[in-house]
């Protein structure tokens, strides 16, 4: 990965491991958007979603088989890897494949999932809660720092009062980064409509780009977009997913 200080942030790729085929159609593309932009993304999916809505919702292929699965993106394509862990015990074995542990939203006041995240030497991705300010953000933070992280970045998803939709307070940017320098815009879960369909998540994905660009304007220093060849096939997210054809211009404005 590239120096924080020298070049934005991106992580992009599907929102759950699906097939190995679709990692690698991702993988592949984000290769060449690198090559062409210059850019250093960082690729992104989940072994287990562990807070789907419905209890029938596809979760994932879990954490042994979806290490190995993320490991092979990363030996055959030379990738970073960013994915998310629910449990602590979870840390050590994603530390050992991933360069950054993602902290789940819903979960970031979790002192041990936070420790143990810590304790494996990998830069710390905390998402800051839906029912948190960007300032609260100070408290899991110090708990990361203090336990050893090696870096600690926050990531902006929106905020949600129980009505089935979110609010973004691009504010809460410039507040993190009071806390830590490296601020992320989550552009496609911020478009979330949590729990509106029935038994699943819906959203919009036609207001990703408006997102990635206003929290440009309020100084994020990275955006993590969830991508999909064919979105609304997906079998996570699918509605807020961009198209992952779309994704290289969405970048190059960016720039």
Not at 147 to 169: I, Q
């Amino acid at each position: 990965m590239k120096n924080k200080h020298t070049a934005p942030i991106f992580i992009a790729g599907p929102c759950v491991i699906e097939t190995p085929s679709l990692l690698d159609t991702v993988a592949e593309t984000l290769v060449n958007i690198n090559r062409r932009l210059g850019t250093d993304i960082i690729f992104k999916a989940s072994f287990d979603k562990a807070n789907r809505t419905s209890i029938h919702s596809f979760r994932g292929p879990g954490i042994d088989k979806g290490l190995q699965m993320l490991a092979d993106v990363k030996s055959k394509y030379g990738l970073s890897l960013i994915t998310d862990i629910h449990e602590a015990w979870q840390a050590k074995p994603v530390g050992e494949v991933c360069d950054v542990i993602q902290i789940p939203a819903f979960l970031c006041r979790q002192t041990d999932l936070l420790v143990a995240a810590a304790r494996t030497g990998r830069v710390v991705n905390i998402k800051k809660a839906q029912f948190l300010s960007g300032r609260d953000m100070v408290y899991p933070t110090q708990k990361a720092q203090e336990s050893g992280a090696k870096e600690v970045w926050l990531t902006e998803r929106g905020n949600c009062f129980g009505y089935n939709n979110l609010v973004v307070d691009f504010r809460n940017i410039a507040d993190m980064k009071e806390i830590v320098p490296t601020v992320i815009m989550d552009c496609t879960h911020s478009v979330q409509r949590p729990a509106a369909g029935k038994g699943k998540t819906t959203g919009d994905r036609k207001f990703v780009p408006a997102m990635a660009k206003a929290a440009q304007a309020f100084g994020a220093t990275g955006w993590f977009f969830e991508v999909h060849p064919t979105p609304d096939a997906g079998l996570s997210d699918a509605a807020n997913m961009l198209e992952l054809d779309k994704l290289e211009t969405l970048i190059e404005t960016l720039l």
